[in-house]
């Protein structure tokens, strides 16, 4: 299905043309964010059906296999041991445990699994075992997915090899801004674990945080970022931060909910055929403000009750708010887009 653009454009509109040979220069990207906001969701809309239904959503049920107790100095983090933030540290989940949350999630709804550590990186015997749970959750029929922190040589083989579909690694947010949120480790080394997970052949899930007291210029630094990726990333997580009691960024503005769908809807544009994913943030958003993000282009979503260590919307909630809007839920057949490069 085709949609024309409509006729009357006011002056500023046609300030945000796509830029050249797809690369996004930042300002590029911070003309999207300054659209009037009709005109930035309707772009978005547009490019949305142009590589989706914009009915359909991807389902992604989180676990955290591994709690607490990271030496990392992450500004938003719960699980950072530094903070006192209330969560316990907890040794590695035992494979029954994950297998039996990984059943749940696919009889729920979920077609992809996440586990994530909370490790600076993942010592070769901690692989071992996540290559166990990688394996057997494929089995079961579900994409996976694990975040465990930085790479080391050779470890994305050694998960590709056990299987797994996709590794989430975040830039978290503009180079400039990157230092005020965290300093045990630099943006290189994320760009370098990145790179070794594309190497591996593993598809790459990397986004961000916005709330964080970042500018709209950072927002498009970030975005400018992901966006020339080359190939840019399969999967994009916008979170929005759920500030916790006891970090470093408890306590400050919450970002307007109008910044957060603009931010969706520039991911979109800019990324056309990634899986966008509305992602931490929901339980604390409200139902008006998520339709507003599919609106935008969002058309994956964290499912269950629990994301790593905060809560998420329950899942029947979720059933009922995608019922509500008409949408349902990705079945489990492998997009289209995923076994391209962009
Ligand atoms: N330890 C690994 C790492 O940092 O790469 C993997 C787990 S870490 C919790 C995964 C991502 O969760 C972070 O990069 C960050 O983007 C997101 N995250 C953590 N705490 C958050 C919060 N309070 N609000 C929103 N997103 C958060
Ligand atoms: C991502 O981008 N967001 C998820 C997942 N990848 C691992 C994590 C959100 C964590 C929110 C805070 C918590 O629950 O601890
Ligand atoms: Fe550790 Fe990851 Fe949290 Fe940073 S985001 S403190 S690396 S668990």
């Known amino acids: 299905m085709s949609y024309q653009p409509v006729s009357f454009h006011p002056a500023p509109v046609t300030a945000a043309a796509a830029p050249a040979a ?7 990207v911070l003309a999207l964010f300054e659209l009037p906001f009709n005109e930035l969701l309707y772009r978005a809309q547009q490019v949305h059906r142009e590589h989706f239904d914009p009915a359909e ?14 030496p990392e100095d992450c500004g938003y983090c719960p699980q950072a041991a530094r903070y006192d933030t209330g969560v316990t540290a907890q040794k590695i989940l035992p494979l029954d445990t994950v297998l039996q949350a990984a059943r ?6 979920a077609t992809r699994f996440c586990m994530g550590a909370a490790w600076r990186s993942p010592k070769d015997h901690d692989l071992e075992q996540v290559e166990q749970m990688v394996r057997e959750v494929k089995a079961l029929g579900l994409e996976t997915c694990a975040t465990l922190g930085m790479l080391g040589e050779g470890q994305a083989q050694r ?3 056990a299987g797994l579909d996709y590794y989430n690694h975040n830039l978290d947010t503009a180079p400039e801004f990157y230092e005020n949120i965290i300093t045990t480790r630099d943006y290189q080394q994320r760009l370098n674990t990145l790179g070794q997970v594309r190497g ?13 007291g970042e500018s709209r210029l950072q927002r498009a630094g970030l975005i400018a970022q992901l966006a020339n990726m080359d190939p840019y990333p399969e999967s994009v997580p916008v979170n929005h931060l759920v500030q916790v009691e006891g970090t470093p960024l408890h306590g400050i503005d919450p970002l307007d909910p109008l910044e957060f769908g603009r931010t969706i809807a520039v ?21 008006a403000v998520q ?10 979503i964290f499912y269950g009750d629990k994301l790593l260590t905060t809560g998420n919307p329950e899942v029947e909630q979720d059933q009922a708010l995608l019922a509500k809007l008409g949408m349902r839920a990705r079945s489990g057949a492998v997009d289209a887009r995923c076994e391209v490069s962009s």
């Open 291 to 300: 339709a507003m993000c599919f609106m935008a282009g969002a058309n994956s």
């Open 267 to 287: 991911a979109r544009i800019t990324m056309p055929k990634a899986r966008v994913r509305l992602s931490a943030g929901r339980r604390q958003m409200g139902e």
């Open 200 to 212: 591996a052949g593993i598809k790459v899930c990397c986004g961000g945080i916005v709330g964080m």
């Open 57 to 70: 959503v991807e389902l992604a049920t989180l676990l955290s296999i591994k709690t607490g107790g990271c």
């Open 159 to 161: 998960l590709k090899q």
């Open 104 to 109: 749940e999630a696919k009889s729920h709804g």
């Open 22 to 28: 797809d690369t996004w220069p930042v300002d590029a």
